[in-house]
T-cell receptor
Framework: AQSVTQLDSHVSVSEGTPVLLRCNYSSSYSPSLFWYVQHPNKGLQLLLKYTSAATLVKGINGFEAEFKKSETSFHLTKPSAHMSDAAEYFCVVSRYGGSQGNLIFGKGTKLSVKP | DGGITQSPKYLFRKEGQNVTLSCEQNLNHDAMYWYRQDPGQGLRLIYYSQIVNDFQKGDIAEGYSVSREKKESFPLTVTSAQKNPTAFYLC????????????FGPGTRLLVL
C-alpha cells in the first residue's frame, strides 16, 4: 500500500532564507509523486511532479524537489523564501491498484514567512 | 480558459437537510473526484468517477452521494446522514490514468446552521 508522511506540520522561515519541507513516502511500486500548494480558502495548485524521468524536479515559483529512492524521500526546497510563499503544502503519492488515478495526500505543512 | 468551477463558494445546511455542491470542468477530463478537507487532516477522498455513468466510493463515502450523467459535471450531495458535514469540499479532475495530475477547483465551504 502507498502512504505519505509530511514530517513537519508547521515550518517558519524568514524572508530570503531557504525553505525545506520534508516528505517521506511508502510505495511498493515506482511512484508518481507531487507537491501541491494551497493558499487560504483556495483550491490546490500543482507545484511539481515526479514521474521517474529525472530525480531532481523543478517546479513553479522557484521550488524544486529531489526524489531519493534509498531514503524514500521527496523533500521540497526553495533557495530563498518570499512572503507570497506563505501557504500550506501537500506532498502526494499516486495510489496504485484498483483505484488508479487516485491520490493519497499527506496531512500538509503550513509554511510561515517572517519579514 | 479551461478549468474547474465549483459553486457555491459558501453553503449553509440546516439540520436534516440535503444539500448539493456543484462541480463543472471544461478540460475534457474523463475522471473527476470529490475530496473533503478538515484542518490538520489533509484531503480525504469521498467519491470518484473514471467515466460517465460510473462512480466509486472513496475512503469516506458514508453520508454522501454523487451522480455522473455528463462528462463535465460531477455534483456531490451531502445528505442528512452525514452527521459532521462542516468542512471545505474540493472537486478535482484528471485524465484518469495512473500518475496523472489532478487539477482542483476553488472549493466550497459547507457550514451547518
Amino acid at each position: 500500500a502507498q502512504s505519505v508522511t509530511q514530517l513537519d506540520s508547521h515550518v517558519s522561515v524568514s524572508e530570503g532564507t531557504p525553505v525545506l519541507l520534508r516528505c517521506n513516502y511508502s510505495s511498493s511500486y515506482s511512484p508518481s509523486l507531487f507537491w501541491y500548494v494551497q493558499h487560504p480558502n483556495k483550491g490546490l495548485q500543482l507545484l511539481l511532479k515526479y514521474t521517474s524521468a529525472a530525480t531532481l524536479v523543478k517546479g513553479i515559483n522557484g521550488f524544486e524537489a529531489e526524489f531519493k529512492k534509498s531514503e524514500t524521500s521527496f523533500h521540497l526546497t526553495k533557495p530563498s523564501a518570499h512572503m507570497s510563499d506563505a501557504a500550506e503544502y501537500f506532498c502526494v503519492v499516486s495510489r496504485y491498484g484498483g483505484s488508479q488515478g487516485n491520490l493519497i495526500f499527506g496531512k500538509g505543512t503550513k509554511l510561515s514567512v517572517k519579514p | 480558459d479551461g478549468g474547474i468551477t465549483q459553486s457555491p463558494k459558501y453553503l449553509f445546511r440546516k439540520e436534516g437537510q440535503n444539500v448539493t455542491l456543484s462541480c463543472e470542468q471544461n478540460l475534457n477530463h474523463d475522471a473527476m473526484y470529490w475530496y473533503r478537507q478538515d484542518p490538520g487532516q489533509g484531503l480525504r477522498l469521498i467519491y470518484y468517477s473514471q467515466i460517465v455513468n460510473d462512480f466509486q466510493k472513496g475512503d469516506i463515502a458514508e453520508g454522501y452521494s454523487v451522480s455522473r450523467e455528463k462528462k463535465e459535471s460531477f455534483p456531490l450531495t451531502v445528505t442528512s446522514a452525514q452527521k459532521n458535514p462542516t468542512a471545505f469540499y474540493l472537486c478535482a479532475s484528471s485524465r484518469g490514468r495512473w500518475g496523472e495530475t489532478q487539477y482542483f477547483g476553488p472549493g466550497t465551504r459547507l457550514l451547518v446552521l
